[in-house]
């Protein structure tokens, strides 16, 4: 480097100093006590942080309201103007709906995971350091699933918030597949879901098209149920009708009740309506199921963040190798299968709409970018 090139970098590096040193001043004068450099980068980090969770609601209150206009197009088109006035109690149904299901239905699903008690002590207490660096605000217990996959989930109750890993991946940290620091990566991801609030916001944006597709479900049982009792009673409640066809010919004729006929063709209907309904919901899921790829993006910046993004990439990388050993079935088969770590790849593009993670590569790429300049 020249005389001028290090003069004109010294010259950067004092104008940077001195616009941090004014900025920091000016957060002493708001918190009315002189900020050290330590408490003046946590403070620029937390209004950073803020401000990143600010963004991520706004952005799942979009597809929020994206998939309330996919699902209720017909009220949007006939009356635009009453629609856009219940979107406050479509959002609030959807608020409860979501805490309901992220709290409560959620842990109560996954009932048969235990807690870790004999988990390797290095793992727990690594655990317990990542919260604290991520500023938890609520408990978090470290559960096991007794499943072979490769992988590990957040989810949350209403007593805590819950890191869950696999007993493949255990046995593949206690094998020396995945190194120690490749598990904290691990673990540092699935505390990025908690910190960023992800299964209520999962949960929210998924909340009309959980509660269309039960009504669909309900309506193709229905369906069924009234088309079969129309068949049976009108098989049963069959009436002579005599008619006269010419001359002074009478013919009678055994036709189907008329009350068994009409059952029958409403339970067709309801039933066409039901497909039809959970059609719409499964299309309205592929916005859901993007702002979960970048769910998954942001949990691996927490996660390497958390270690480093060396560390996150080549954890990505271990799971899917390992998992890769293992069909897809076995996989899917996981209770929340979505919300693990990797799921099973979908072959077409069409699929990969539906997608809740985003391909491996694509997460690796990111986070090498991120490590290029570090």
Not at 322 to 336: C, D, G, T
């Amino acid at each position: 480097m020249s005389k001028a090139e290090k003069q004109k970098h010294n010259a950067l590096e004092e104008n940077a100093y001195n616009s941090l040193n004014y900025l920091r001043a000016q957060f002493s004068a708001q918190q009315g006590k002189p900020l050290s450099w330590d408490d003046f980068f946590e403070l620029l980090m937390s209004r950073e942080r803020q401000r990143n969770d600010l963004i991520s609601w706004l952005h799942s209150l979009g597809v929020f309201i994206a998939i309330t206009v996919v699902l209720m197009f017909p009220i949007y088109l006939s009356h635009p103007l009453q629609a856009i006035a219940m979107l406050p109690l479509f959002v609030l149904i959807g608020l409860i709906a979501a805490l309901f299901s992220a709290y409560v239905l959620t842990p109560w699903t996954l009932r048969g995971i235990k807690p870790y008690s004999d988990a390797p002590p290095e793992m727990r207490k690594a655990l317990e350091e990542l919260a604290a660096k991520a500023r938890l605000k609520r408990p978090l217990q470290l559960m096991i699933a007794e499943t072979p996959e490769v992988n590990a989930m957040a989810y949350t109750s209403t007593s805590s918030d819950r890191v869950c890993v696999t007993r493949g991946l255990i046995l593949a940290y206690q094998n020396q597949q995945i190194t120690f620091e490749e598990l904290k990566a691990i673990l540092g991801h699935e505390i990025g879901h908690i910190r960023n609030y992800d299964c209520l916001r999962c949960a929210f944006v998924l909340s009309w098209i959980s509660i269309f597709d039960a009504i669909g479900t309900l309506m193709i049982y229905m369906g069924r149920g009234m088309a079969r009792i129309g068949v049976v009673l009108s098989e049963s409640t069959e009436e002579i009708v005599i008619t006269r066809e010419s001359g002074d010919r009478y013919v009678a004729r055994r036709e189907p009740g008329t009350a068994g006929v009409f059952i029958a063709m409403t339970g067709w209907f309801f039933y066409i309506a039901g497909v039809f309904q959970k059609l719409i919901a499964e299309f309205a899921s592929a916005l859901a199921f993007y702002l979960s790829r970048k769910q998954e993006f942001a949990a691996d910046q927490v996660g390497a963040e958390l270690s480093t993004p060396e560390h996150m990439a080549s954890a990505l990388k271990k799971i899917e190798e390992l998992s890769q050993k293992l069909v897809a079935e076995q996989i899917a088969s996981l209770p929340y299968a979505d919300r693990w770590q990797l799921q099973p790849r979908n072959p077409s593009w069409t699929d990969a709409l539906f997608d809740t993670h985003p391909p491996t590569d694509n997460r690796v790429d990111k986070l090498a970018a991120i490590g290029k300049y570090l």
